[in-house]
Nanobody, 119 residues
Framework: VQLQASGGGLVQAGGSLRLSCAAS?????MAWFRQALGKGREFVAT?????YYANSVKGRFTISRDNAKNTLYLQMNSLKPEDTAVYYC???????????????????WGQGTLVTVSS
């Protein structure tokens, strides 16, 4: 499975961005993770049968999926400087509920797209 993420860019605090991740084929679960400079990879949101968010983005970010297009989206509103990171999409087929927020559970990863939020 190949994943192609896009939509990153520079935005002011309080602004919005929409990320997209096009997959070459359908998978059971898809997710977004992010990694800020000098920090470890962090779970953002996942879409399997339902949506699940990290507490840090809950209420500001919305994950959605278009199965007909095999595309995952992340609508990011009310962006904060601490949201600055490279955002990666991930996909997998053999995940259980308790592992949805774990990066190691996903077999396929995109190349990442940079989101920079200025204060």
């Amino acid at each position: 499975v190949q994943l192609q993420a896009s939509g990153g860019g520079l935005v002011q605090a309080g602004g919005s961005l929409r990320l997209s991740c096009a997959a070459s084929e359908r998978t059971t679960a898809m997710a977004w993770f992010r990694q800020a400079l000098g920090k470890g990879r962090e779970f953002v949101a996942t879409f399997r049968w339902t949506e699940y968010y990290a507490n840090s983005v809950k209420g500001r970010f919305t994950i959605s999926r278009d199965n007909a297009k095999n595309t995952l989206y992340l609508q990011m509103n009310s962006l904060k400087p601490e949201d600055t990171a490279v955002y990666y999409c991930a996909a997998g087929n053999r995940l259980i509920q308790s592992t949805l927020a774990q990066g190691t559970a996903y077999a396929y990863w995109g190349q990442g797209t940079l989101v920079t939020v200025s204060s």
